[in-house]
């Protein structure tokens, strides 16, 4: 059937290019193997014939020749078969599309192979998923996790060459900086100012390009500055050489230039002053960095001082005498060897007195022992005179047991066969009555299921009414068609509806569903006490006592009676024959230990003499150790005084420490103090503190020097002035026309070399500004790269799982498993009469993820349990009630596929006759629901429940098959 359909055979012969080896060799040679299934699909009778690929005799001439695999696919249409499609591949693609399963699918949904639909039911949660896999096919979703981990170490690759050319753009920023900085520097030099000098901030040019570009922005106001003053000086020089030429000065101003001299000339002994103080601030200024590292070192030589008398403090605790504590590192070291040299001593004197103790324990066990083994010496004899005595007692007791014991069997034999009677009279009757009863229940089910079927015929009927009723109110109109049959005729329209409960129909399918889940629920019930009734007739049946009573009290009676009868005698005699066993064991376990205790009074004597040997040789051990530890320390504590030479060696480690850190300390300090004197030496300071009464702070010399600057320059300007005048006529000399042409020349070549300067800082400025903006191009695509990578590293963990999480298949089987247990567990709760059903269990109790696994909750306790604790026919139960929740899912997830034909092969051999009741039970149920069962079984009692089948009989040349019952 599946060779037809799909042109593969399922299971081990099987294979992916469907070349199986079908023909039989037992054909004819000149026979050719074929296949023609005919099936209904879509409401279409379809048929396929297809001829496997084979070797056959040549109908021409001698040989073999090879026959190619063909197929064709017919559809009736009422008067013949048509051909559809021809060819392997066209006319599988179309049954596949015709049927809504795959060759895989089908051999999973409709063949239930030999034993193998346990599988699902036992499998361990790997094996179940590996199973599910290849049935429904979720291999794209392990694709899907390898892809996204591809494209997450892809997209981390991109990120990581983004991040290098953001880190290279910020590194050409920096260096265009630099070359900023450096123009900076090129064009103080060249315009013959001093430069702002650059505060490095710690940022990188990126990020600390607003700062720099303040800087920038400070030097280029500098340069406008001084770029316009020179200008302004240059153009006033010209004009001074054009005034020189053109006319004398001006009497006024001569006048206001010699004032301004003058005044000068007032204020020079303070500008002296201001002069003597720059300079030595200047000169200060050096001097007092290295008197501040001075007094750091000095600081650090009075902790190490500190230190160093802390150690000594704590040499002294650990218990050194004053005398003895070492002044240098070398001393120190020697002094620790010494006293580690002494614990070592002081703790093989403290071992010696240790073993001196265990030597003395041992000699007190070994007296002790003595004392006991000459108690129990003592001990065992009255022990003797006790177990002759009871001995003699315990074989009395053992006869009288021996005598019942051969008595039990006849006794216990007639109790087993009253109480099989009793039990076997009880259970039929208890059958009678369950029957009775299902029977009842069931009757009152099929009237109430006939009630619900009435009410919602009479419901639809209404419904049907009202709809009519509300077409004729709300869509018939004279003249006009009728929306539903076109008529313009409405001879006899219905009348409007009644007011009635707009969920009355629903309400009664509801109610017919719960009668029909109802009658079902008792049908099994019936089925399962009438099981029980055959089970309870077999097993009276072979006590051999006539056919079943009408009434069952006299015979209850009777053999309840029997039954108390035997219990009376055989309860006697079992007690004293379970004495027998025990009584023989005692009177041989009393012997026995008759002989034990005489044995060891024996061994505990020649103990005694033992221990006594032994405890003198310990007491001699330890004297001998307590003798030389006195011998070389008298009376003192050993173990003391390790700990106080312990204590030493770790004291003097702390001194060594410390005179190693003040003489480092001491050193710097007066190499420091050295440096420092020829400092204050060179600079002409007398002391310390001559420097820092002369030294100022930065800003104060600053404006010092610029007021010096702003008097000399005016000091110069007048002079000038004064000058320019006295040679236009003011003095009596002629004008110096060469010293203003000079004076011109120069100023204006100074305002040529700040107009360059400032486009040259520009320039590379504005290169400057270009790498920042590269950079921050670079940081954004960098970061955009980056939070793709994240979130792809995020989605393929996800996909993939972790310790807390399931991989994106795993959730996705699960999904499925559940599935497949709820189409299940309806099955399965109707197979046990409402006792079973299935659970999924995927997390523990602390909510963390585990193997999915399918368990059972029994509804009679409550509990939930694994399945493999089922019995054989509750086994058998729930594995084809998952096989079939497996079909329905599958047909479910193919667009609501029916499959409408089941086939079983074997899997009986294994069960009970009662079991074995159930599993055909339920596949007469499977039939009676509309579907049709093949089962394949070699098993008698199977045979025999089969109204209609075909038996395969195997013979000398091949097999055969012929009709079995009808």
């Not at 021409?60 to 063909?70: D, I, N």
């Not at 179940?128 to 494209?151: N, Q, S, V």
């Not at 007296?367 to 003797?384: C, H, M, N, P, Y």
């Not at 320390?633 to 410390?658: N, S, T, Y």
């Amino acid at each position: 059937m599946v060779f037809a359909l799909y042109g593969r055979v399922p299971g081990a012969r099987g294979s992916e290019k469907g070349d199986a080896r079908l023909r039989s060799d037992f054909a004819e040679p000149s026979a050719t193997a074929r296949v023609c299934l005919e099936f209904e699909a879509q409401g279409v009778n379809w048929r396929t014939i297809r001829k496997p690929k084979q070797r056959r005799e040549a109908k021409k001439g001698s040989g073999h020749t090879t026959v190619q695999a063909t197929a064709t696919l017919e559809r009736h249409d009422g008067t013949g078969w048509q051909v559809v499609e021809s060819g392997l591949k066209p006319v599988t693609a179309r049954v596949v599309d015709l049927v809504g399963l795959d060759h895989e699918q089908f051999s999973q949904v409709v063949l239930l192979p030999q034993g193998e639909f346990q599988e699902v039911l036992r499998a361990d949660p790997q094996q179940r998923e590996k199973l599910m896999r290849r049935l429904f096919a979720t291999e794209g979703y392990e694709r899907a996790i390898r892809f996204l981990k591809d494209e997450a170490k892809r997209r981390r690759d991109t990120s990581k060459v983004a991040v290098a050319k953001w880190d290279e753009a910020v590194s050409t920023a920096d260096r265009t900086w630099s070359a900023v900085l450096d123009g900076i520097r090129t064009t103080a030099t060249t315009a013959g100012i001093e430069a702002p000098g650059w505060d490095d901030d710690d940022l990188d040019a990126v990020e600390g390009a607003a700062g720099r570009k303040r800087h920038v922005k400070a030097w280029s106001a500098v340069l406008g500055d001084v770029g316009k003053a020179a200008e302004a000086e240059a153009s006033l020089a010209e004009k001074r050489h054009r005034e020189a030429e053109a006319a004398g000065g001006r009497f006024t101003a001569a006048a206001t230039h010699r004032g301004t001299l003058a005044d000068l000339e007032g204020t020079r002994t303070e500008a002296d002053e201001q002069a003597k103080v720059l300079d030595l601030g200047r000169k200060a200024a050096t001097v007092v960095k290295e008197l501040d590292r001075l007094d750091e070192l000095v600081g650090l030589v009075v902790d190490a001082e500190t230190a160093h008398a802390a150690a000594i403090a704590d040499l002294l605790d650990a218990g050194l005498p004053e005398g003895e504590v070492p002044s240098t590192v070398a001393k120190a070291n020697t002094a620790s060897t010494r006293w580690s040299e002494a614990g070592v001593r002081f703790e093989g004197f403290e071992q010696a007195l240790a073993d001196a103790v265990k030597h003395e324990a041992t000699e007190a066990e070994h007296l002790e022992a003595a004392d006991s083994a000459k108690q129990a010496v003592a001990d065992a004899g009255a022990a003797i005179t006790e177990g002759e005595g009871r001995l003699l007692a315990l074989e009395q007791e053992l006869k009288v047991a021996l005598e019942a014991q051969a008595e039990l069997p006849a006794a216990t034999e007639a109790l087993g066969e009253a109480g099989a009677a009793k039990t076997a009279v009880d259970e039929l009757d208890k059958a009678h009555k369950a029957v009775r009863r299902a029977e009842r229940n069931l009757r009152s089910a099929e009237r109430d299921r006939t009630g619900a079927e009435a009410s919602l015929d009479d419901e639809r009927h209404n419904e049907t009414l009202d709809l009519a009723g509300r077409l004729a109110r709300d869509s018939l109109v004279g003249g006009e068609p009728c929306p539903v049959c076109g008529s313009e005729d409405h001879p006899a329209p219905a009348a409007s509806p009644k007011r009635r409960k707009a969920t009355a129909l629903e309400d009664a399918e509801a109610v017919l569903r719960a009668v029909v889940e109802a009658e079902g629920d008792a049908k099994g019930v019936l089925r399962g006490e009438r099981n029980a009734l055959k089970k309870a007739e077999k097993a009276f049946g072979r006590l051999e006592m006539g056919e079943p009573p009408g009434d069952f009290a006299p015979l209850v009676k009777k053999v309840a009676a029997q039954h108390k009868e035997a219990e009376s005698r055989v309860g006697p005699l079992g007690k004293l024959a379970d004495l027998a066993a025990g009584l023989g064991k005692q009177v041989e376990t009393v012997r026995k230990d008759v002989q034990a205790v005489r044995d060891e009074l024996a061994d505990k004597e020649g103990e005694a003499t033992r221990q006594d040997g032994l405890a003198g040789t310990a007491a001699k051990e330890a004297k001998g150790l307590r003798s030389r530890v006195a011998k070389a320390i008298g009376d003192d504590d050993p173990a003391a005084r390790r700990e106080e030479a312990a204590a030493v060696v770790e004291a003097l480690g702390g001194l060594f420490k410390a005179l190693d850190g003040l003489n480092a300390a001491t050193g710097s300090r007066d190499t420091q103090q050295r440096t420092t004197d020829r400092l204050v030496a060179s600079a002409g300071f007398k002391g310390h503190d001559e420097v820092r009464a002369a030294a100022r702070p930065e800003g104060e010399l600053d404006e010092l020097k610029e007021g010096l600057d702003a008097r000399q320059k005016a000091e110069q300007e007048a002079s000038a002035g004064l000058l320019e005048l006295e040679k236009q006529g003011v003095p009596e000399e002629a004008p110096d026309v060469a010293s203003t042409a000079t004076a011109a020349s120069t100023a204006t070549e100074q305002a040529g070399n700040l107009h360059d300067a400032a486009q040259l800082v520009g320039e590379r400025n504005h290169a400057y500004e270009d790498a920042v903006k590269n950079a921050r191009k670079r940081a954004d695509e960098a970061a955009e790269v980056s939070a793709a990578a994240d979130l792809a590293d995020s989605v393929d963990a996800v996909c993939r799982g972790g310790k807390r999480s399931r991989s994106l298949e795993s959730w996705v089987l699960a999904r499925h498993l559940r599935d497949v247990a709820a189409e299940a567990s309806q099955r399965l709760h109707g197979m046990t009469a409402g006792r079973f059903v299935f659970t999924v269990v995927d997390r523990d109790d602390k909510d963390e993820p585990v193997p999915v696994r399918l368990d059972v909750t029994d509804h009679h306790n409550g509990e939930t349990r694994s399945v493999r604790s089922l019995s054989g026919g509750e086994t058998f139960l729930a594995s084809l009630s998952l096989a079939l929740g497996l079909a329905d899912t599958v047909q479910h997830r193919q667009g609501g596929v029916r499959i409408d034909s089941l086939f079983v092969d074997e899997g009986f051999g294994a069960l009970d006759a009662a079991s074995l009741d159930q599993a055909m039970d339920t596949l007469s149920d499977l039939q009676e629901g509309g579907r049709t069962v093949g089962v394949i079984s070699h098993i008698d009692e199977v045979k025999q429940r089969i109204a209609t089948g075909l038996e395969v009989v195997k013979t000398k040349r091949g097999s055969r098959i012929v009709p079995g019952r009808e």
